[in-house]
């Protein structure tokens, strides 16, 4: 898997998710969990659906969501 210099928690690997970026160590992207948020889920409601997620990982996806033009 390939890292992102601008998160150290995300990454990328074309033979994960079809290159989607993802939480590295899961098949969780970026996009997942900005869809849950924008579906109004709490940080708590994710980590209790997804325990092997943290507020450090949805808060690592939200800082490279803002720090990436796709």
């Not at 074309?14 to 579906?39: K, Y």
């Not at 994710?46 to 990982?57: A, H, Q, R, T, Y």
Request: with cysteine; hydrophobic share 45%.
């Amino acid at each position: 898997m390939y890292t992102f210099a601008n998160h150290p928690l995300i990454g990328v690997d074309p033979e994960i998710r079809f290159g989607r970026a993802c939480i590295i160590g899961t098949r969780i992207s970026v996009d997942d969990v900005l869809g849950w948020l924008g579906n109004g889920m709490s940080n708590a409601d994710i980590v209790k659906d997804f325990p092997e997620l943290s507020e450090e990982l949805i808060r690592a996806c939200l800082h490279y969501a803002a720090n990436t033009r796709a």
